[in-house]
Protein backbone atom coordinates (compact mmCIF):
# COMPACT_ATOMS: atom_id res chain seq x y z
CA UNK A 1 0.00 0.00 0.00
CA UNK A 2 1.66 3.82 -0.89
CA UNK A 3 1.93 5.89 1.83
CA UNK A 4 5.08 5.75 4.52
CA UNK A 5 5.81 3.32 6.48
CA UNK A 6 8.49 3.24 9.94
CA UNK A 7 9.75 0.64 11.49
CA UNK A 8 10.03 -0.51 14.07
CA UNK A 9 7.01 1.30 15.14
CA UNK A 10 8.11 0.22 19.22
CA UNK A 11 11.52 -0.26 19.89
CA UNK A 12 13.00 -0.24 23.50
CA UNK A 13 16.95 -0.14 23.90
CA UNK A 14 19.56 0.51 26.42
CA UNK A 15 21.16 3.80 27.01
CA UNK A 16 24.83 3.53 24.86
CA UNK A 17 23.75 1.57 22.39
CA UNK A 18 22.94 2.49 18.18
CA UNK A 19 19.78 2.48 17.11
CA UNK A 20 18.26 3.17 13.59
CA UNK A 21 14.67 4.24 13.08
CA UNK A 22 13.85 3.19 9.24
CA UNK A 23 11.44 4.97 6.73
CA UNK A 24 10.49 4.44 3.73
CA UNK A 25 7.74 6.14 1.03
CA UNK A 26 6.34 5.29 -1.83
CA UNK A 27 5.25 8.73 -3.92
CA UNK A 28 9.01 9.47 -4.72
CA UNK A 29 8.30 12.62 -2.63
CA UNK A 30 11.40 15.17 -2.98
CA UNK A 31 11.39 16.13 0.86
CA UNK A 32 11.78 13.86 4.10
CA UNK A 33 11.60 14.99 7.30
CA UNK A 34 12.41 13.52 11.10
CA UNK A 35 10.34 14.73 14.03
CA UNK A 36 10.24 13.61 17.67
CA UNK A 37 7.28 14.64 19.98
CA UNK A 38 7.38 15.28 23.62
CA UNK A 39 4.96 16.69 25.64
CA UNK A 40 5.20 20.33 26.28
CA UNK A 41 6.87 20.80 22.97
CA UNK A 42 4.78 19.56 19.75
CA UNK A 43 7.08 18.26 17.32
CA UNK A 44 10.20 19.31 16.74
CA UNK A 45 12.31 18.82 13.68
CA UNK A 46 15.27 17.03 13.92
CA UNK A 47 16.96 16.64 10.32
CA UNK A 48 15.45 16.87 6.95
CA UNK A 49 16.43 16.01 3.18
CA UNK A 50 15.53 18.24 -0.38
CA UNK A 51 16.31 14.99 -2.30
CA UNK A 52 18.60 11.94 -2.37
CA UNK A 53 22.21 12.99 -0.51
CA UNK A 54 21.43 16.41 0.58
CA UNK A 55 20.43 16.40 4.21
CA UNK A 56 20.12 19.45 6.65
CA UNK A 57 19.67 20.09 10.33
CA UNK A 58 16.48 21.29 12.23
CA UNK A 59 16.16 22.69 15.08
CA UNK A 60 17.31 19.35 17.73
CA UNK A 61 20.17 16.99 15.78
CA UNK A 62 22.43 16.72 18.25
CA UNK A 63 22.76 12.92 18.70
CA UNK A 64 21.25 11.76 15.51
CA UNK A 65 22.44 11.09 12.03
CA UNK A 66 20.65 10.51 9.09
CA UNK A 67 21.57 9.73 5.52
CA UNK A 68 19.81 9.63 2.25
CA UNK A 69 20.89 7.47 -0.88
CA UNK A 70 17.71 6.66 -1.92
CA UNK A 71 15.03 9.13 -2.77
CA UNK A 72 12.36 6.58 -0.72
CA UNK A 73 14.32 6.18 2.04
CA UNK A 74 15.46 7.93 5.10
CA UNK A 75 16.68 6.63 8.51
CA UNK A 76 17.33 8.37 11.50
CA UNK A 77 20.10 6.31 13.74
CA UNK A 78 21.03 7.04 17.21
CA UNK A 79 24.80 6.56 17.46
CA UNK A 80 24.95 6.20 21.19
CA UNK A 81 20.85 6.37 22.61
CA UNK A 82 20.37 9.00 25.94
CA UNK A 83 17.59 8.60 27.84
CA UNK A 84 16.62 11.80 26.87
CA UNK A 85 16.11 10.61 23.32
CA UNK A 86 13.32 8.76 24.48
CA UNK A 87 10.20 10.17 22.35
CA UNK A 88 7.97 9.13 19.37
CA UNK A 89 9.53 9.90 16.35
CA UNK A 90 7.91 10.85 12.95
CA UNK A 91 9.01 10.55 9.61
CA UNK A 92 7.24 12.80 6.89
CA UNK A 93 7.59 13.50 3.24
CA UNK A 94 6.43 16.35 0.86
CA UNK A 95 6.54 16.68 -2.82
CA UNK A 96 8.06 20.21 -2.58
CA UNK A 97 9.43 22.14 0.22
CA UNK A 98 7.13 23.47 3.30
CA UNK A 99 7.58 26.92 2.51
CA UNK A 100 5.80 26.67 -0.75
CA UNK A 101 2.77 25.68 1.60
CA UNK A 102 2.93 21.93 0.24
CA UNK A 103 1.38 19.04 2.34
CA UNK A 104 3.51 16.94 4.21
CA UNK A 105 2.41 13.46 5.08
CA UNK A 106 3.78 11.70 7.97
CA UNK A 107 4.15 7.91 8.96
CA UNK A 108 2.46 6.72 11.92
CA UNK A 109 5.28 6.61 14.55
CA UNK A 110 8.28 4.89 16.15
CA UNK A 111 8.19 4.42 19.74
CA UNK A 112 11.58 4.41 21.26
CA UNK A 113 12.16 3.95 24.46
CA UNK A 114 15.94 4.46 26.17
CA UNK A 115 16.55 2.70 29.63
CA UNK B 1 10.44 34.50 14.64
CA UNK B 2 7.65 32.53 14.05
CA UNK B 3 5.80 30.55 16.49
CA UNK B 4 1.97 29.31 17.08
CA UNK B 5 0.05 29.16 20.65
CA UNK B 6 -2.79 26.91 21.06
CA UNK B 7 -4.53 28.65 23.88
CA UNK B 8 -6.21 25.57 25.44
CA UNK B 9 -4.05 22.62 26.13
CA UNK B 10 -7.32 20.48 26.41
CA UNK B 11 -11.29 20.81 25.51
CA UNK B 12 -13.83 18.52 26.34
CA UNK B 13 -17.79 18.93 24.73
CA UNK B 14 -20.52 16.81 24.07
CA UNK B 15 -21.41 15.24 21.39
CA UNK B 16 -23.42 16.70 19.02
CA UNK B 17 -22.25 20.33 20.47
CA UNK B 18 -19.95 22.54 18.56
CA UNK B 19 -15.93 22.41 18.44
CA UNK B 20 -13.59 25.57 18.61
CA UNK B 21 -9.93 24.71 18.85
CA UNK B 22 -8.39 28.05 19.19
CA UNK B 23 -5.14 29.18 17.37
CA UNK B 24 -2.56 32.24 17.73
CA UNK B 25 0.44 32.88 15.57
CA UNK B 26 3.24 35.09 14.96
CA UNK B 27 5.33 35.27 11.59
CA UNK B 28 6.89 37.86 9.85
CA UNK B 29 5.78 37.10 6.39
CA UNK B 30 2.49 35.64 4.89
CA UNK B 31 2.28 32.65 6.56
CA UNK B 32 1.34 29.02 5.59
CA UNK B 33 -1.20 27.66 8.36
CA UNK B 34 -2.41 24.12 9.00
CA UNK B 35 -4.04 22.06 11.51
CA UNK B 36 -3.28 18.60 11.65
CA UNK B 37 -5.26 15.75 13.71
CA UNK B 38 -3.43 12.78 15.61
CA UNK B 39 -5.80 10.09 16.74
CA UNK B 40 -3.94 7.77 19.45
CA UNK B 41 -0.56 5.75 18.46
CA UNK B 42 -1.25 7.16 14.62
CA UNK B 43 0.43 9.31 12.76
CA UNK B 44 -0.76 13.03 11.91
CA UNK B 45 -3.14 13.64 9.31
CA UNK B 46 -3.88 16.67 7.69
CA UNK B 47 -7.14 18.58 8.51
CA UNK B 48 -6.82 21.48 5.96
CA UNK B 49 -4.28 24.17 4.98
CA UNK B 50 -4.45 28.09 4.45
CA UNK B 51 -1.73 29.03 1.70
CA UNK B 52 -3.45 33.14 1.04
CA UNK B 53 -6.15 32.12 -0.87
CA UNK B 54 -9.44 31.98 1.01
CA UNK B 55 -9.77 32.84 4.60
CA UNK B 56 -12.30 30.43 5.52
CA UNK B 57 -10.49 27.39 4.94
CA UNK B 58 -12.82 24.26 4.96
CA UNK B 59 -10.90 20.65 5.66
CA UNK B 60 -12.24 17.30 6.19
CA UNK B 61 -14.86 15.66 8.78
CA UNK B 62 -16.93 18.58 8.29
CA UNK B 63 -13.76 20.91 10.64
CA UNK B 64 -13.27 24.17 9.13
CA UNK B 65 -11.31 27.14 10.24
CA UNK B 66 -10.61 30.96 9.70
CA UNK B 67 -7.79 33.05 9.19
CA UNK B 68 -7.59 36.12 10.71
CA UNK B 69 -5.02 38.44 10.01
CA UNK B 70 -5.75 41.34 12.71
CA UNK B 71 -6.09 39.23 15.13
CA UNK B 72 -3.32 36.85 14.14
CA UNK B 73 -5.52 33.73 15.01
CA UNK B 74 -6.57 30.84 12.92
CA UNK B 75 -9.18 29.40 15.57
CA UNK B 76 -10.56 25.65 14.40
CA UNK B 77 -14.27 24.75 14.76
CA UNK B 78 -17.04 22.74 13.61
CA UNK B 79 -20.46 22.14 14.13
CA UNK B 80 -21.13 19.45 15.78
CA UNK B 81 -18.96 17.14 17.67
CA UNK B 82 -18.72 13.45 16.76
CA UNK B 83 -17.22 10.70 19.21
CA UNK B 84 -14.50 9.94 16.70
CA UNK B 85 -13.40 13.88 16.70
CA UNK B 86 -11.28 12.81 20.22
CA UNK B 87 -8.13 13.06 19.30
CA UNK B 88 -4.88 15.92 19.79
CA UNK B 89 -5.20 19.13 17.25
CA UNK B 90 -1.82 20.95 16.07
CA UNK B 91 -2.33 23.95 14.89
CA UNK B 92 1.17 25.18 12.65
CA UNK B 93 2.81 27.72 10.86
CA UNK B 94 5.24 27.74 8.17
CA UNK B 95 6.82 30.67 6.54
CA UNK B 96 6.07 30.91 3.02
CA UNK B 97 8.88 32.58 1.51
CA UNK B 98 11.36 30.25 3.06
CA UNK B 99 13.55 32.37 4.91
CA UNK B 100 13.78 30.25 7.67
CA UNK B 101 14.74 27.04 5.65
CA UNK B 102 11.92 24.30 5.22
CA UNK B 103 10.44 23.90 8.73
CA UNK B 104 7.28 23.56 10.74
CA UNK B 105 6.47 25.10 13.93
CA UNK B 106 3.59 23.39 15.93
CA UNK B 107 2.06 24.09 18.88
CA UNK B 108 1.88 21.99 21.52
CA UNK B 109 -1.60 20.32 20.96
CA UNK B 110 -5.20 20.74 22.04
CA UNK B 111 -6.41 17.30 22.95
CA UNK B 112 -10.00 17.37 22.28
CA UNK B 113 -12.59 14.92 24.62
CA UNK B 114 -16.04 14.02 23.51
CA UNK B 115 -18.48 13.55 26.11
CA UNK B 116 -21.06 11.24 25.19
Known amino acids: DAGITQSPRYKITETGRQVTLMCHQTWSHSYMFWYRQDLGHGLRLIYY???????DKGEVPDGYVVSRSKTENFPLTLESATRSQTSVYFC??????????????FGEGSWLTVV | AQSVTQLDSHVSVSEGTPVLLRCNYSSSYSPSLFWYVQHPNKGLQLLLK??????LVKGINGFEAEFKKSETSFHLTKPSAHMSDAAEYFCVVSDLYGGATNKLIFGTGTLLAVQP
Open chain 2, 50 to 55: YTSAAT
Open chain 1, 92 to 105: ASSAQGISSGNTIY
Open chain 1, 49 to 55: SAAADIT
